[in-house]
């Protein structure tokens, strides 16, 4: 959804459940209104330290918010109330607008009865993420832009570069294997051409790395085809991505490395 309003491949897509870790935050400027999009981890059920982590992150722009959208696929509808998705001790201040997405797997008739409860977005009706946006606009409050216009994002790009490493392990990887791995720039050279780009791929156990490896180095090499793809549409420019992989035990439970790969301490840690 964030890609589709955007016009841009910031956020990763999976198919895979919980793939977004972090918050992403893309931008749409449009004559005197500016969207600021926040695409946040799922409320999940929290197992380990980093799912609180999680968890954390995304209560704490839900709370800030100025407008939430709800997203739940149309064919599972009705959606379920966003408080207690959400886990919230009590409705949020912010006006919830439920959006049913994939409406083109459902009857028109069926889409139609949706729109009654929400706003039904399908890929098969170009103006239904239009008609999402000019019903956001009108729950906007009236501020400065925090933007310039022409930008699409507010985030570095390394941290899109591991953002789309994790897209490809979500992508070539199986089973939980995906859940394991963390992304980090070591080097990123701007001024050479092509760019380069060295990155640490960090898994929990010997065994993990050399299925990240594969045979021969085939698994890596198709990561990193994956990711470079991504990362050149967005630099507008060729890239050379060095890719390496490294252990890391239990980093998904460990507060250091947890913050030293951008997961903000929780109001529990920080208490």
């Known amino acids: 959804m964030l890609n589709s309003l955007v016009g841009a491949h ?22 005197d209104t500016q969207y600021i999009l926040h695409d ?22 839900i709370a800030s918010a100025d407008v939430i959208l709800h997203l739940h696929p149309a ?16 409705p949020p201040a912010a006006p919830v ?14 889409r139609a009865r949706l729109q009654q ?20 606009r009108e729950l906007l409050p009236e501020r400065d832009f925090e933007f310039e216009a022409d930008d699409i994002g507010t985030q570095p790009l390394r941290f899109f570069v591991t953002e789309f490493i994790r897209e490809a392990a979500f992508e070539f990887l199986e089973d939980e294997l995906p859940y394991a791995i963390a992304a980090e720039v070591e080097e990123f050279r701007e001024g050479t051409t092509p760019v380069y780009i060295r990155a640490t791929i960090f898994v929990e156990r010997e065994s993990q790395k050399g299925i990240v490896l594969g ?28 890719l390496w992989v490294k252990v890391l035990p239990r980093w998904r439970k460990n ?17």
Not at 75 to 90: G, S, T
Not at 117 to 136: H, N, P
């Open 10 to 31: 910031l956020s990763l897509v999976s198919p895979k459940a919980q793939a977004t870790r972090l918050p992403v935050v893309g931008l749409v400027t449009e004559g």
């Open 215 to 242: 045979r021969r180095g085939s698994t890596i090499r198709a990561l990193g085809t994956h990711a470079r793809a991504r990362i050149e549409a967005l630099l507008g420019a060729p890239v050379y991505l060095d």
């Open 255 to 271: 507060a250091r490395e947890l913050t030293r790969f951008g997961f903000p301490l929780s109001a529990e840690e920080s208490a």
């Open 75 to 90: 064919p599972d509808a009705p959606a379920p109330p966003f408080a207690e998705l959400a886990r919230l001790e009590r």
């Open 97 to 110: 607008l439920t959006v049913f997405t994939k409406g083109d797997r459902v009857t028109p008739d069926r």
């Open 117 to 136: 409860d929400g706003i039904v977005v399908a890929s098969d009706d170009a103006g239904s993420t239009r008609r999402l946006l000019g019903r956001v």
């Open 40 to 61: 946040l981890p799922g409320l999940l059920d929290p197992a380990y330290l980093m799912h609180h982590r999680m968890l954390a992150a995304a209560h704490e722009l």
